[in-house]
Structure formats: structure tokens, C-alpha cells
């Protein structure tokens, strides 16, 4: 007991030393089914409990072998309440010797951003303005009104029609947004209060599983930017990220011409996101992971958007105007979202920090008030990442100590025009511009992901 080896320590032996152990030995268990994970210097066998993490059992494997510290404390509101559950996982802790990190990080930087954050905290940086939320879903639920009110009181004619769906998407827009700060419980103090008001803002509001949004989104969060981790860059055998891509597309490998990709995204891409690719993974995973509660949520909302504007248009006319919103709604989704990723590095894990894996994969986008609204505050990713559970309205206020301390370590803080970043993403897609690493044929998937 107490030498570096193996663990023999039960967790039951309250008071009894823990084993200490080595980087070396914690490297060997990265595999399905046997993860070990190191946070605050204290390593946690997580292999058979990942099964159970409400966040994945993915989000959880991403770190397996690594020292998850930052993340940890970036995904947790309530440490305490979360260290019950890692109590009976513990196993040892690194040997006096050991560095707390694994690998050539910059230990300095992370110290800084530990102070960072520490400092956040004491700002009160991580506490929500419910009258700003509030407001938010206000101005959601009153554009779904106006949308019906203006078919009701002016007919389903083709000016109406047209404003009411360019309404109902800005409305699904801002959804996205708000059930995204409900995922990332960044409103209410009690994590259950966030799920279930995600749920009903997910499901009712907008027709998709929280669960599977989440599901999808930590992944990102834990790993952007990051092959076979981050689902955001797993967009093959439509698109390939990386300029690879070219080549793929002369040599006529594979299953579409890559080297014009550039000119079939605007076809394929914006368009067609939420209206098929999600639509379709979203029922899945719902159907695979028996998220009853959830298809009842989306059910919910087909019946009332159906019920509200047949009796307008009739079934086909009413399916029709839901393929236009959820056309207009796709193309924010798409550009919104991919200004700050995708023009950014894309490649495979390199064990950075939390810090410098977060910088290396975002940029932001110059703020107004109307980029502040219109993109849900996502033009301030590189604050968002870095802390994701942070309520949005403060990311102008941390913004100015980000760029303080990525200006002493050396590191990117890049901030670009709105047209620019939107300019950037085709770029990259026809690597004109700033490329992320190559892409191998591995990057393919050859099945549907095991969602559990």
C-alpha cells in the first residue's frame, strides 16, 4: 500500500493512504472498457460507471488517460454534489513526483487560467440575469404569436405567408439559442431546473430531444475541433474538412467530387441541415436511446404548428410552410455556428490543455448589439468555450481578461468582421483560405454511431 503500482485500495478504507501511481501507468488504460481518468491529482477508474455519466458515456471516455480537471470544473456547476459520485470511482492518486499534467503542457498557462477562472467566480461572472432570459423566451413566444396572428388577420396569401415564415425562423433561431443555455445550465442555479426547461424550450418550441442535443454538443465542447470526438467535424462522405479534400475529388476517390465541394455546400449545406440531417439523427437517436419523454416533447410540437396552420393552408400547404422555416432556420444554423470553428485548426488529438485546445479550434466575431442578438452571443465562442457554463450576457465582461492572458502566453485571440467569418467558412471548404489538417480515409464512418 502506497507505492506506485497497481491500485489494492478499497474506497471503503476511509483514512487509509491511497496507492500512488504514475503517468505511465495511467496512459495503458485508454481503452473500451477500461478508462482511468485523473482530476485534481486524484485518479478515478470510470470504466464501468461511464455507462452512467448524464452526460455520456463519450463525453467522459474523451479524457480517459488525461488529466480532466479543467474539464471538469468547466462542465459542473456544483462540484461538491458531483464529487459524491467520483468518490467510490477513486483509486489512487499521481506519486509526489509526478507532474499534474501528462505530456509537454505549459504548465504556467494553466495556472494563469486557473486563476482566471477563479477569478470569474469571485466576479460573479457565473451567475444568470433571470429578467434577461426571461425576456428572451418573452420575445420567442411573441414572434410564434405575430407569426399566427398575421395569417389569421391578413390570410395565407404570398406576402403574409412569406413574413410569417421568415418570423417563425427567426423565432426557431433564437430557440436554438436559449435551449443552448439551458443545455450548458447556465440559467438557474438547479441543474434539473435547466433540463426540464430545455426540454420544453427543445421539444415544444422547436421539435427535437434535449438528450440528443446535449449528447451531440458536449462531445463538441470536450473536444472541438478534434477527429472522431467533436460530432461537429464529422461531416463525410458529404463534405471533407482538410485540404485533402482536393485531391480526393481529381482522383475521383471515394463518393463525390471534393475538389467542387465548395460549390455544392451552398446546395446541400445550409439548406438541408435541420431539416434533414438533424431531423433524421434526431428521431433516431430518440428511437435507439427510448427517450420516450423527449418524442413526446417534438410530437407536441408537429401537432400544434399542424393544428395551428392547416386549417390556413391545408396539410400540404402547412408542411409546406414548415419546409420554408426550417430551410431559413438551416442556413442560420449553418453559418452561425461554423464562423468560428470551421475556418480554425481541425486534426486529430493532441492532448493539449483545456485552454489551448479550446483557443486552437474558435474565433470570435466582432460584437454589436444586433451580433450580440441575432447570433445568440456565439460571436464570443472563445469565451464560451472556455467557459461553457458562463450565462452569455457576461462574455463581454470576461472578454478583455481572455485577451489578457492569451496576449502573455503567446496565444491567438482572433476576432474578425461578421462578413469575413461568414467569407472564411467557403473558403476552407474550397481551401482558398486558412486549411485545417489533412483528412484520411479513416475519417469515414462506416456506420451508424452507438449512441449510449
Not at 83 to 99: D, M, S
Not at 427 to 449: A, D, I, M, R
Request: charged share 15%; with cysteine.
Amino acid at each position: 500500500m502506497g507505492g506506485v503500482g497497481e491500485p489494492d485500495w478499497e474506497p471503503g478504507q476511509r483514512g487509509a493512504p491511497l496507492p500512488t501511481l504514475r503517468w505511465e501507468q495511467v496512459r495503458r488504460h485508454n481503452l473500451p472498457g477500461d478508462k482511468w481518468l485523473v482530476i485534481e491529482r486524484r485518479v478515478y477508474d470510470i470504466s464501468r460507471w461511464a455507462q452512467r455519466h448524464p452526460g455520456g458515456s463519450r463525453l467522459i471516455g474523451h479524457h480517459g488517460a488525461e488529466d480532466a480537471t479543467d474539464a471538469f470544473h468547466a462542465f459542473h456547476q456544483d462540484l461538491s454534489f458531483v464529487r459524491k459520485f467520483l468518490q467510490p470511482l477513486l483509486i489512487g492518486e499521481l506519486a509526489p513526483e509526478e507532474p499534474s499534467q501528462d505530456g509537454p503542457q505549459n504548465t504556467q498557462l494553466i495556472e494563469d487560467f486557473r486563476a482566471l477562472r477563479q477569478a470569474v467566480e469571485d466576479m460573479k461572472l457565473f451567475e444568470a440575469k433571470p429578467a434577461f432570459f426571461g425576456l428572451l423566451l418573452g420575445h420567442i413566444l411573441a414572434m410564434e404569436v405575430l407569426a399566427w396572428l398575421m395569417i389569421y388577420m391578413l390570410g395565407p396569401g404570398w406576402v403574409p405567408s412569406t413574413l410569417a415564415a421568415l418570423i417563425l425562423a427567426i423565432s426557431q433561431a433564437q430557440s436554438w439559442c436559449l435551449q443552448h443555455d439551458l443545455g450548458h445550465t447556465s440559467i438557474f442555479r438547479n441543474s434539473r431546473w435547466n433540463h426540464l426547461a430545455q426540454q420544453f424550450v427543445m421539444g415544444q418550441l422547436k421539435g427535437f430531444s434535449a438528450h440528443w442535443w446535449n449528447f451531440r454538443h458536449f462531445q463538441h465542447h470536450a473536444k472541438p475541433n478534434i477527429f472522431h470526438k467533436d460530432p461537429d467535424v464529422t461531416v463525410a462522405p458529404v463534405f471533407l474538412l482538410g485540404e485533402s479534400s482536393v485531391e480526393y475529388g481529381k482522383k475521383k476517390r471515394r463518393y463525390l467530387p471534393y475538389n467542387h465541394q465548395h460549390l455544392y455546400f451552398f446546395l446541400i449545406g445550409p439548406p438541408l441541415l435541420t431539416l434533414v440531417n438533424f431531423e433524421v439523427e434526431n428521431l433516431a437517436y430518440m428511437l435507439v436511446c427510448m427517450q420516450w419523454m423527449d418524442l413526446l416533447w417534438a410530437a407536441s410540437f408537429y401537432a400544434r404548428f399542424l393544428l395551428s396552420y392547416i386549417p390556413f393552408y391545408g396539410i400540404p400547404g402547412a408542411l409546406l410552410l414548415f419546409v420554408a422555416v426550417r430551410v431559413l432556420e438551416s442556413h442560420w444554423f449553418v453559418w452561425i455556428t461554423q464562423m468560428n470553428h470551421i475556418p480554425r485548426e481541425i486534426g486529430h488529438e493532441k492532448h493539449r490543455d483545456w485552454a489551448s485546445s479550446q483557443l486552437a479550434a474558435t474565433c470570435n466575431v466582432e460584437p454589436s448589439l444586433f451580433i450580440d442578438w441575432f447570433s445568440g452571443h456565439l460571436n464570443f465562442q472563445i469565451e464560451h468555450h472556455l467557459f461553457p457554463t458562463m450565462p452569455r450576457h457576461n462574455y463581454r465582461r470576461v472578454a478583455p481578461l481572455v485577451k489578457a492572458l492569451c496576449a502573455k502566453h503567446g496565444l491567438s485571440y482572433e476576432v474578425k468582421p461578421f462578413l469575413t467569418a461568414l467569407v472564411d467558412i467557403i473558403s476552407v471548404h474550397s481551401h482558398t483560405g486558412p486549411g485545417p489538417v489533412l483528412v484520411s480515409e479513416q475519417n469515414f464512418p462506416t456506420s451508424l454511431p452507438s449512441w449510449s
